[in-house]
Every structure is written in structure tokens, then in C-alpha cells.
């Protein structure tokens, strides 16, 4: 007898149904943290995702947590997904795992909703989200892992919070468990504000989720989200802006690329001539650029998705790049790997050999000019410190375009730069290698973009000796 029909011949003894060992598990979990709560209220997918239904969750079980009066832990409800994980071990959605791996994506959803005064039941929308969360699951096969942001730009529950997006942890209670058919952790959804989501982009979610347990209002020791929380936790606390600047001077950043308004050209020999035409040429060549920018930036502005209810091409775009999964499917990140390889070998190792020819010619560049609208400059500082100091790599992906720029520190293996060559491009793809030695100079030039509002726009900052310049051109309003 094989491993399938084994487990098939497990649902049933003497002809009686048994729980299927994967919902086993879970129930079995819930069952140790809720011993008086056997038969919670469920929200159930009327027509299962096995059978074509557009819900991949089976169900969400809902339970009243008592919280902790004594560690300020308010009452709140507790929502558990099932159907992230394979809970039925007979091929109807996912294929046979093993003990030792993962059962299905490997983990469920979780998510705690402070409890009103006098609530008797708990809202169904947190039920939606985590629907939601789970179709961007499938759709991608993109898992959600502790530290990861999901930017959300919406209420949560639909209202007018201000917690409009999400952070994962580790849930607080639920301990992972296993099965035959593999392990499975439990993911907490956590509510954040703008300015925390922000944060954690910036430093790292894991950083941010600990700031959040320090403050009771915030969350506190189990990340109980209240939508009527109206202060952030850097207005409960002002001194934690502090911790968050040192997290990224001593850890640096985990915000390896975003999707932005920018552009690069390799100026021409015209470029270095001092006529009055020529003068006139990058003039107009100005102007082209901020009219490009403002006509993108309508188009964009007049094509956001206003519905959350079923995911979205917009709404899955929101999610890939806030798990920063987006770089990787346009074959544009660079590798940081343990072992040396030539840069050649590393590149077409992320290269897709059905790409379009363009993208298989490598140059090296003299001079670039690099442009990114005051939103996307804003973000320098941070590339800089957070990311190139530490020998990491930084990516602006064109919103309206292929265009893609990446700074390199000397650290990165992978890169199609070197010393000799610190600009080269890829088709579209531009890499620009920024050394140590020049590095400090950058930080200290461009640090004033770090506070955008006092930057007038368009701004061009020049390194000649360096064949290098940037420049800013103002936001559309």
C-alpha cells in the first residue's frame, strides 16, 4: 500500500467518517487554545474552491478571546483561516506533501479584532480580507511569511480608520503544528496606519511589530488590531521615529526596490557643448520629460480600481510589490549569493531566455543622467543608507515603462558593473555601481530629500568627476 492510499484509507474506520487529518490538525490547535469554545461561529465558502468556487478558504472559525486584563490585553475576536494549508490529503487541491514539509503553502491566516463594548458577534469582514489575502495566494503562489507588508491604501473594514494596511507575525498564541501531511505555521494579520506601514517599508516589518507589542493601544503583547485607533505609534511615542532611524543605520533596510516615475539617458557629445541652441535642446528636452511624467501620472490616476471586494489586477499589484515579489517576476533583481560566480553567469541566470532581444545586449555607459519624480527621489536617502552601505542593492521600476535602475554597492555579487565600468545597461535595465569612496559624499548631498517638502523642483545634483547627475522633477499633483 503506497502513501496515497494509506491516507485515503485513514478517513474512515469501520465505515465511519473521520476529520480529514489536515483540518484535524488545525481543530485539534484551536481546540487546546478554546476548550470551551467547541463549536464556534464559521464563515463558510458556499461553493468550495475544489469544486469551483472563487474562495479558497473552506472556512474561518471565529472565537472570543477573553484577552488579559492584566498584561492590557483588551477582549477581542480571534479569526482562523483553513484551506491555505492542505487539510484533506487527497489531491483535491494541492499534491501529497510530506510529514517533515510543508502541508500545502505551509500556513493559515490569522487575525485579532478588538471587541466592542456589548458586541455579541463578531464582524464577517475580517473573514473577506483574509479571502481576499488567500486568492492573491493562489493566484501568485506568493506565501506570506512573518515581517512581510501588505500595502492595502483602503480601511481595512471599510470605514473611515486609519488602519489601511497590514503587517505578518507570527501569531501570538497558536503554536505551529503538523500532520502527515506537513507543517503549518499561523500567520497574524496585524492593522497598521500609513505611517507604520511606511516605517517598516523603510526598516523592516519585524522591527516595526515590536514597536507595535511596546504599546498596548497599538496592539500590545498580541497585535489586537482596533480600527478606532487614532494615534500612531510614533504620536503615542515620538522617540520612536529615533529607534526606527537607528534600526536602519545599524540593520540597514529590507526595502529592496519599488515601482516608481523615473527615467535615464546617456547624454550625447551635444551635451557638452556650451551653445546657446544647445541650451535651448536641453531645454526642451526638460520640458518633454515633465510632460511625459504629467501625462503618465493621469493615466495612472484615472485607472486605480476602486473595489476591494474581488482582488484586482490593481489590488494584486499593490500586494506583489508590498512583498516585494514584484522585482523578482521581471527577471530585475540582482543576486546577492554566498558563492562567487562572473558576473555573466549571474546574470543570465536571471535573464529569461524568452525575453525580447534587446534585453540580451549588455553595454557599458560613460555618463548617465538619472530622473525620478520628488516621491521616487525621496527614497534615495534610504537606497543610499539603508541598503548600498550595507552592501545591499536598491531598484526603481518605471511605472509607465520597462525602465528599471538599479545602484549597486561594491558588495553586491551579480551586478554587470565594475570598477572600470560603473554604469552599464542591460536593454532598459540600467545598473549604476556606487563606491565606497563616493558613497558618503552622496548621502551627505542628498540628504535634504529626506524632507521633500522643502526641496523646489525640478533639482539637478551633479558629480562630474563621478560622470554622474540626478535629477528631480516636482510630483503631479
Known amino acids: 500500500m503506497d502513501d496515497r492510499e494509506r491516507r485515503s484509507a485513514g478517513y474512515s474506520q469501520g465505515n465511519v467518517p473521520v476529520t480529514p487529518p489536515g483540518l484535524d490538525a488545525i481543530y485539534s490547535a484551536c481546540r487546546r487554545l478554546y476548550p470551551d469554545q467547541p463549536n464556534p461561529l464559521q464563515v463558510t465558502a458556499l461553493v468550495k474552491y475544489w469544486l469551483g468556487g472563487p474562495d479558497p478558504l473552506d472556512y474561518i472559525s471565529m472565537y472570543a478571546n477573553p484577552g488579559d486584563p492584566d498584561r492590557n490585553i483588551p477582549p477581542h475576536w480571534h479569526y482562523i483561516s483553513f484551506g491555505l494549508s492542505d487539510l484533506h490529503g487527497d489531491c483535491r487541491v494541492y499534491e501529497l506533501g510530506m510529514a517533515d514539509g510543508p502541508s500545502g503553502f505551509g500556513f493559515e491566516l490569522t487575525f485579532r479584532l478588538k471587541r466592542e463594548p456589548g458586541e455579541a458577534n463578531p464582524p464577517t469582514w475580517p473573514a473577506a480580507l483574509m479571502q481576499a489575502l488567500a486568492r492573491y495566494v493562489f493566484q501568485s503562489e506568493n506565501v506570506l511569511c512573518s515581517g512581510d507588508h501588505v500595502s492595502w491604501h483602503t480601511p481595512l473594514d471599510g470605514s473611515e480608520s486609519r488602519i489601511q494596511h497590514m503587517l505578518m507575525t507570527e501569531d501570538s498564541q497558536l503554536q505551529p503544528t503538523s500532520s502527515v501531511l506537513g507543517m503549518v505555521n499561523f500567520i497574524q494579520i496585524v492593522g497598521v496606519c500609513g505611517e507604520e506601514l511606511k516605517a517598516a517599508q523603510h526598516w523592516n516589518g519585524r522591527g516595526i511589530i515590536e514597536l507595535l507589542r511596546s504599546k498596548p493601544s497599538a496592539g500590545g503583547p498580541w497585535l489586537v488590531t482596533d480600527m478606532r485607533r487614532g494615534e500612531t505609534i510614533f504620536e503615542l511615542d515620538p522617540q520612536l ?89 521581471t527577471h530585475l533583481n540582482v543576486q546577492e549569493e554566498s558563492q562567487a560566480q562572473s558576473r555573466k553567469e549571474s546574470f543570465d541566470s536571471i535573464v529569461s531566455s524568452e525575453g525580447p532581444s534587446e534585453l540580451l545586449r549588455t553595454r557599458t555607459l560613460d555618463t548617465v543622467h538619472l530622473k525620478f519624480n520628488l516621491e521616487a527621489g525621496s527614497l534615495l536617502p534610504l537606497a543610499l543608507r539603508g541598503r548600498l552601505k550595507h552592501g545591499r542593492h536598491f531598484t526603481f521600476k518605471g511605472i509607465m515603462n520597462d525602465i528599471a535602475i538599479t545602484l549597486v554597492s561594491s558588495s553586491v555579487i551579480g551586478s554587470i558593473t565594475d570598477e572600470e565600468h560603473p554604469f552599464a545597461a542591460h536593454g532598459t535595465w540600467l545598473q549604476v555601481l556606487i563606491q565606497d569612496e563616493a558613497l558618503e559624499d552622496m548621502i551627505s548631498d542628498l540628504d535634504e530629500l529626506s524632507r521633500p517638502d522643502d526641496i523646489l523642483c525640478p533639482k539637478t545634483y551633479s558629480w562630474p568627476e563621478r560622470r554622474l547627475c540626478i535629477t528631480i522633477l516636482p510630483d503631479e499633483s
Open 241 to 329: 521615529k529615533e529607534r526606527v532611524d537607528q534600526g536602519i543605520e545599524q540593520e540597514g533596510s529590507n526595502l529592496s526596490g519599488v515601482s516608481a516615475w523615473c527615467l535615464w539617458d546617456e547624454p550625447g557629445d551635444n551635451d557638452n557643448q556650451s551653445s546657446d541652441g544647445d541650451d535651448d535642446d536641453k531645454e526642451n528636452k526638460k520640458e518633454r520629460d515633465e510632460e511625459e511624467y504629467r501625462e503618465r501620472a493621469s493615466e495612472r490616476k484615472g485607472s486605480k480600481e476602486p473595489s476591494r471586494r474581488a482582488i484586482s489586477e490593481y489590488e494584486s499589484e499593490q500586494i506583489k510589490a508590498a512583498l516585494k515579489k514584484g522585482l523578482s517576476s
